[in-house]
């Protein structure tokens, strides 16, 4: 039933994804090298944005535990760095990350609202606070050194990954599970009342879209070559994406990734040019964005469609118009 | 054959016991009705028998089944479906779009194609007389359209047995006895139904069996009749003069 529903009703995204994930690929071969490099932090927030909306977007449950996610993958991969090749590291990464977010789910799903934003957060900072600790007790150090890799290799990874979140969050749209996650969203009690399994399918796709961010932090860490909690697990891993999709909008696939590359390009511009105010400027950006544009720029942009459209069919009906009673007066 | 048992069930919200005691039967192929005043605790055994509330004492059962400590996902899928007071659709979804969801989730067993899932849903949507409103959305259906699209999408579950919780409150005369000829109709195919009704007409007019809870205490049950002129009832509904 999903291969025939994606083939009768979605065949200009059958185009679509093929042809941005072939041009990403060529991306780095004709631009500019700093753009080529910008586009490692575009693909790396598109990743953690698809998965976040994987999962928050159709349930609203919002998770702020990103950061945590991708941290995990960070340390995973700065541990083992010297004795496994970083492919295997990305495996590890996210398996990691997906055991933590199943025991975050079975924990936290079944809170709601602002209990279960709270409680996402919480347990990032947790994270973040037991690896503090551990690195300065046990192991009696701040931060760790990582073996880097080459910019083409982690872009090449990076895409790899996008490549699976894009496909992956595009089936799930598709989906029966999809659907159901969208019901949950909607309402959970008559979810549950129609036979779906709500723990189940939340946590299993909650741990899922974790293990993509897990990923991710695994490639990342070869880019960063010195981490440290604070760097890891950073809080902004968890706030970015939450903007970036909602700027974006949650109702289509492309959505996050058009906020994704607008607030990328502005975070690059604003750090260059107002190095001590851009985090400012980018928490009033999120103020407006959750303020104004609650559906994102994928609705604002169909609203304006559908103004023009009016527009322009009420133009054409005065020009019939017109004519016809230049018609009658020649007559 | 007894398809819903349910056995000296209790309740407490902190102090305030909604459910006490509560003991009655469900046969095959009946249309119970279930009444009582507002906070007689009629919607907490509602929930109570669908799940969504944890049975604290007593048991259920579903076909001789121990459903008792079964989530609601799962009594669904054992052939128990219910409405709701206040109608909880699915509105960002079209109406087919509600009805294929429970189809494919109440019967997990079955993998149905595109072809059949969309006649499937067509004919239960046809049953409940809505197969004209399949591509509308939820928000733009009328009130009526709303409580036949939660039956349809309760029936896509596989139903055996339907607890429709008030699901002709806000209908118009006419509407009122469309809906009542439809639940006939679905009895006569077989269908099990338990109804919390305030709507006399409708109570009196399908149900085979009346129960009347007060207090969260069963305090009578029988046939319309019985129910009609029982004192005890109507000292409840009339006051105790009457």
């Known amino acids: 039933m999903l291969i025939s529903t994606i083939l009768r009703e979605e065949k200009p995204a059958l185009v679509a994804i093929p042809v941005s994930i072939v041009a990403l690929a060529f991306a780095p071969s004709v631009v500019p090298e700093s753009i080529g490099i910008s586009l490692i932090t575009v693909l790396m927030f598109a990743i953690l944005a698809l998965s976040w909306t ?43 990350a997906s055991l933590l977010a199943l025991a975050i789910g079975m924990l936290t799903l079944r809170l709601k609202g602002v209990y279960f934003i709270l409680f996402t957060f919480g347990v990032a900072s947790l994270i973040r606070s037991s690896v503090a600790w551990w690195e300065t007790n046990v192991n009696g150090t701040v931060g760790r050194h ?50 779906v399994n709500i723990t189940k399918l939340k946590v299993l ?14 490639v990342m860490a070869t880019r960063f070559r010195y981490v440290d909690p604070s760097i890891a697990f ?22 996050p990734l058009i906020g994704v590359t607008i607030l990328v390009v502005l975070q690059e511009f604003l750090i260059r040019e ?58 | 054959m007894t398809m819903l048992e349910v056995s000296r069930v209790s309740h407490r919200f902190g102090g305030l016991k909604a459910v006490d005691n509560a003991s009655f039967g469900v046969e095959q192929g009946e249309i119970v009705g279930l009444i009582g005043p507002n906070g007689a605790g009629k919607t907490t055994i509602f929930n109570l028998i669908s799940g969504a509330l944890e049975v604290q004492e007593g048991s259920i059962t579903l076909r001789g089944e121990d459903i008792t400590r079964l989530r609601p996902d799962q009594i669904s899928r054992r052939g128990l479906a219910r409405t709701f007071q206040s109608p909880k659709l699915f509105t960002g979804m079209s ?8 189809l494919i989730y109440g019967n997990p067993e079955r993998r149905f194609s595109h072809e059949e899932a969309e006649r499937e849903v067509n004919r239960l949507m046809a049953t409940m007389g809505i197969l004209s409103d399949r591509n509308k959305r939820v928000r733009d259906l009328p009130l009526a359209g709303r409580r036949y699209l939660e039956i349809a999408r309760a029936l896509a579950t596989n139903a055996e047995m339907l607890m429709l919780d008030e699901s002709m409150a806000g209908l ?23 109804m919390i009704e305030h709507v006399m007409e409708a109570i009196m007019g399908v149900c085979d069996r009346i129960i009347v ?11 319309p009749a019985e129910i009609a002129v029982d004192p005890v009832v109507r000292a409840v509904y009339l006051g105790a003069d009457s």
Request: no cysteine; charged share 15%.
């Open chain 1, 146 to 195: 990582v073996s880097g890799a080459s910019n083409e290799v982690i872009y090449l990874l990076l895409l790899i990954i996008f490549a699976v979140a894009l496909v992956g969050g595009f089936l799930l749209r598709h989906s029966s599970p999809g659907l159901a996650l969208q019901a949950i969203g909607e309402n959970q009690e008559a979810a549950e009342h129609i036979g």
């Open chain 1, 234 to 255: 950073n809080p902004l891993f968890s706030f970015l994406p939450v903007v970036m999709a909602i700027l974006g909008g949650l109702s289509r696939l492309y959505g």
């Open chain 2, 213 to 223: 809870f007060h207090f969260g205490t069963k305090i009578s049950e029988g046939t």
């Open chain 1, 274 to 331: 107002y190095p001590y105010v851009y985090l400012l400027i980018f928490g009033l950006t999120l103020v407006a964005v959750v303020l104004w544009l609650p559906g994102g720029l994928v609705e604002l942009t169909q609203r304006l469609y559908i103004r023009l459209k009016i527009q322009w069919i009420k133009m054409r009906m005065r020009i019939t118009r017109f004519r016809r009673i230049r018609q009658a007066d020649r007559r």
């Open chain 2, 172 to 194: 118009t005369s006419r509407e009122l006895k469309q809906i009542m000829g439809r639940i006939t109709d679905l009895r006569n195919r077989g269908m099990t139904i338990l």
């Open chain 1, 205 to 218: 796709t909650f741990a899922a879209s974790s293990a993509l961010m897990g990923m991710t932090g695994a």
């Open chain 1, 54 to 96: 994987m999962f928050s977007g159709p349930t609203g449950f919002v998770s702020l535990a990103t950061a945590g996610l991708f941290g995990v993958g960070v340390y995973v991969s700065a541990i083992l760095r010297d004795f496994l090749p970083i492919e295997v590291l990305i495996l590890i990464g996210g398996a990691v």
């Open chain 2, 95 to 102: 109406a087919f779009e509600n009805v294929r969801l429970a």
